[in-house]
């Protein structure tokens, strides 16, 4: 009896492994993300009168970000996996440096962007701790973008020379772009359905700002190029199934 009682336990517990993080298997994640941008920018330069000029040492700066994410991960192999990343956009932060520091927050905007990466997971399906690198790409859009009054009444082009001249309602846009990243992440297996997890990726991301002003002798564009270049870290609960 005490033998076959042993022998189930063990059956147990090799069909509660069998399936764990191995080939033909999906697993979902949930948890908390935060994006830590590695930024720099470009100085504005201003289209205006038939002529363009930079607004020397200008530039815009972004604070870091939290939101709520979403990945599901399948594995074609007992190593090898590709997961998608989906989350709640979070709202970005810009503000100003150089000449433009004394306006302080320029605007915030809304960034989506799903992700789709390539994995390899170290040691064994039924391992308690798998750490895995990968690498993949986002594609990013930006949406909700506002603009504080400064900015949206075209203050920022006000000159010695000019005046008020070149102000008037102004509305903005980000291009969007595909974004490649790198990444590497650590799995804790309580048992062949739950686990938490962490990772840590770096995205080479960045966008043309486009100011447009209606002022009063016409149309006036400002540009400029914003390198974004965020670390983001990634803690998560998931379930195998």
Avoid: C
């Avoid at 033909?24 to 289209?47: C, I, M, Y």
């Avoid at 895995?132 to 603009?147: E, P, Q």
């Avoid at 804790?188 to 080479?204: L, T, V």
């Amino acid at each position: 009896m005490k033998q076959a009682s042993v022998a189930l336990v063990l059956s147990i517990a090799t069909i509660a492994t069998a399936h764990a993080q191995s080939a033909g298997s999906w697993e979902v994640r949930a948890g908390w993300l935060h994006l830590s941008p590695q930024d720099s920018s470009q100085p504005l330069t201003v289209n205006a009168l038939g002529q363009s000029s930079t607004i020397a040492g200008s530039g815009a700066t972004i604070g870091d970000a939290d939101t709520f994410a979403l990945t599901a991960r399948y594995y074609f192999t007992d190593h090898v996996a590709v997961e998608t990343v989906l989350g709640a956009p979070p709202q970005l932060h810009f503000y100003g440096t150089g000449p433009l520091a004394p306006v302080g927050e320029l605007g915030t905007t809304r960034a989506y962007s799903p992700a789709i990466q390539a994995e390899y997971h170290f040691g064994e399906p039924g391992a308690r701790l798998r750490p895995y690198i990968g690498a993949g790409v986002s594609y990013v859009r930006f949406g909700n973008t506002k603009l504080s009054e400064p900015v949206a009444t075209g203050q920022l082009l006000y000159s010695p020379t000019l005046g008020t001249l070149l102000e008037g309602p102004t509305s903005t846009s980000l291009s969007s772009s595909f974004a490649p990243l790198v990444n590497a992440g650590l799995t804790y297996n309580f048992d062949s359905h739950w686990s938490i997890g962490a990772s840590i990726s770096y995205m080479w991301l960045s966008t043309k700002a486009t100011l447009t002003t209606r002022a009063a002798p016409g149309i006036v564009t400002t540009t400029s190029k914003v390198k974004i270049d965020p670390i983001v870290t990634f803690l998560s609960i998931g379930y195998q199934f």
